[in-house]
C-alpha cells in the first residue's frame, strides 16, 4: 500500500501562484510514476501533470507553459510538487495526488493510489 498526502492548496487571485505538495509512503517501490490530476463541479477528473520515476514528464495542453511538476527521492523523500503560476479562474478545483505505474510505456498507465484532494480556488 502507498499513502499520498497533499497540502498547498487555498485561494487565491486570477495570475497569482501555488504550490502543491504530495507526500508519498509505504511501499514505494511499487510505483513508477506520480502525478496530478484536478476535478471542477459537474466535471470529470482530468489529468493536469505527471513524472515518471526517472523525470520525464507529460502536462495537460490547459496548463503547459504555467504549471511545473517535480520529483524530490533524495533522502528517503517521497515527495511530488505542482508548482502553478499564472493561476486562471477555470483551474479552480481538487487537485489530486497519484500514484501507480507505467503501462504500454504510458507514464502512470495505471494509477494504483489517490490522495484524499485539496481544494485550488482562483478568484477572478
Known amino acids: 500500500q502507498v499513502q499520498l498526502v497533499e497540502s498547498g492548496g487555498g485561494l487565491v487571485q486570477a495570475g497569482g501562484s501555488l504550490r502543491l505538495s504530495c507526500a508519498a509512503s509505504?511501499?514505494?517501490?511499487?510505483?513508477?510514476?506520480m502525478g496530478w490530476y484536478r476535478q471542477a463541479p459537474g466535471n470529470q477528473r482530468e489529468l493536469v501533470a505527471k513524472?515518471?520515476?526517472?523525470?520525464?514528464?507529460?502536462?495537460a495542453g490547459s496548463v503547459k507553459g504555467r504549471f511545473t511538476i517535480s520529483r524530490d527521492n533524495a533522502n528517503a523523500k517521497n515527495m511530488v510538487y505542482l508548482q502553478m503560476n499564472s493561476l486562471k479562474f477555470e483551474d479552480t478545483a481538487v487537485y489530486y495526488c497519484?500514484?501507480?505505474?507505467?503501462?504500454?510505456?504510458?507514464?502512470?498507465?495505471?494509477?494504483?493510489?489517490w490522495g484524499q484532494g485539496t481544494q485550488v480556488t482562483v478568484s477572478s
Open positions: 509505504g511501499s514505494i517501490s511499487t510505483i513508477n510514476g
Open positions: 497519484a500514484a501507480g505505474r507505467e503501462r504500454f510505456g504510458i507514464i502512470l498507465g495505471t494509477v494504483d493510489y
Open positions: 513524472i515518471s520515476n526517472g523525470g520525464r514528464t507529460i502536462y
